[in-house]
């Protein structure tokens, strides 16, 4: 064994805990393994001393074969857990003389890519859920906002007819005094004015009853328009409201996105890019 290759051997220990992660270290000259050590879970069960033609199919194979580093991700199918083979060639004098791989655990990183699977499936439903959230925000608001205006139109329509129940007062009134003037006018005109006073009493009778409705209704107009203020002003509370929920639902839809595209980048980074024994 050149004496390179044995320092590395000796060293592999040491090397193995600068490691974060579960560690496999595999060193081989251009024939043989010359140093092996399996990490706690990681185990390739390869034994120092076995030929390197047995493994051609490996990375270590390739990499003496070729002079090329190779960089390779494993799923869990191969050793039941996931994990990053690196092999680098040694060279001496610009020959390879041997190659070193690294077989490093990646569970971590599947468990993120995972976890980030899933959280892009459950962002998935809540953008769906903001967004027709949205939507019923947006109608609510168009909704209250015509509502609003067909209150504000009651409301005017209510004076207009206020007003023309002030007209009826006025009539009434003037019914009562040219009522009474009739009755004056029918008692002096004595036996010749009896049927013109039944009159007179009819047209009086008729505008104290014009008069009383005329009362009535503007009591129960002023309850309704006091009823249509305190709608209206409800209405403008809870489009209010509704605005401000339309903002904070805009904003928490905003929040979704970032975090999807979170979710797509650790689902980018946490991926098998190739599969291959080491």
Do not use: W
Not at 6 to 32: F, G, N, W
Not at 140 to 166: F, G, P, Y
Request: aromatic fraction near 4%; charge should be negative.
């Amino acid at each position: 064994m050149l004496d390179s290759l044995r320092e590395i051997a000796d060293h592999l220990p040491v090397i193995q805990e600068t490691y974060p992660e579960d560690t496999c270290l595999i060193l081989s000259d251009k024939e043989k393994i010359i140093g092996y050590l399996p990490g706690k879970e990681i185990d390739l069960k390869l034994k120092v001393g076995e030929s390197m033609s047995k493994y051609k199919k490996s990375a270590t194979y390739k990499v003496l074969q070729t002079g090329e580093k190779i960089r390779e991700e494993i799923p869990a199918d191969m050793l039941g857990i996931p994990y990053i083979s690196t092999c680098t060639p040694i060279r001496q004098d610009g020959q390879v003389i041997g190659a070193f791989a690294a077989v490093v655990s990646n569970q971590k990183m599947e468990d993120l890519r995972k976890g980030a699977e899933k959280l892009s499936a459950v962002i998935g439903q809540m953008t769906a859920f903001s967004e027709e959230i949205a939507v019923i925000a947006n109608s609510s608001a168009n909704k209250l906002q015509e509502l609003s205006r067909q209150s504000e139109t009651m409301n005017k329509n209510m004076k207009n007819v206020a007003r023309i129940i002030q007209q009826v007062k006025e009539i009434a009134s003037r019914s009562n005094i040219l009522g009474l003037n009739a009755s004056i006018e029918a008692a002096r005109s004595g036996e010749y004015g009896r049927g013109f006073a039944v009159v007179a009493d009819e047209i009086r009778r008729m505008a104290a009853n014009s008069n009383s409705a005329a009362e009535d209704i503007q009591k129960q107009l002023e309850i309704t328009q006091h009823e249509i203020l305190q709608i209206n002003e409800s209405i403008q509370e809870i489009a209010a409201q509704t605005e401000e929920q339309s903002a904070s639902t805009q904003e928490f839809h905003t929040m979704v996105e970032r975090i999807s595209d979170t979710a797509e980048l650790l689902n980018k980074h946490g991926g098998v890019h190739s599969l291959s024994l080491s």
